[in-house]
Nanobody
Framework: QVRLVESGGGLVQAGGSLRLSCAAS????????MGWYRQAPGKERELVAA???????NYADSVKGRFTISRDNTKNTVSLQMNSLKPEDTAVYYC????????WGQGTQVTVSS
């Protein structure tokens, strides 16, 4: 059974930083593309950042230069370092693993106060 467990969310002031982590189990982690998505109230879920099985990264324009995605295939984890946070980054952040079929975590709340 595939499990994705996010951690690291919380409340932070604008300009601050948070680091999200996603621990994966039950899958061949190194073969999966991993991603972070977010969903704000009343909005659709959107891609924040993704990293391929080969380490190629992709970012939403709104987070380029502020967020960094990384993966550790020895620990089956993917992380999202978020710097210079803005109130508009407030959302539930979800971890996603995809290799033909997508698996999702339960989400972690990030709230950025102004």
């Amino acid at each position: 059974q595939v499990r994705l467990v996010e951690s690291g969310g919380g409340l932070v002031q604008a300009g601050g930083s948070l680091r999200l982590s996603c621990a994966a189990s039950g899958l061949a982690f190194g073969s999966y593309a991993m991603g972070w998505y977010r969903q704000a109230p009343g909005k659709e879920r959107e891609l924040v950042a993704a990293i391929s099985s080969g380490g190629i990264t992709n970012y939403a324009d709104s987070v380029k230069g502020r967020f960094t995605i990384s993966r550790d295939n020895t620990k089956n984890t993917v992380s999202l370092q978020m710097n210079s946070l803005k109130p508009e980054d407030t959302a539930v952040y979800y971890c996603r693993a995809a290799a033909g079929y997508a698996h999702w975590g339960q989400g972690t709340q990030v709230t950025v106060s102004s």
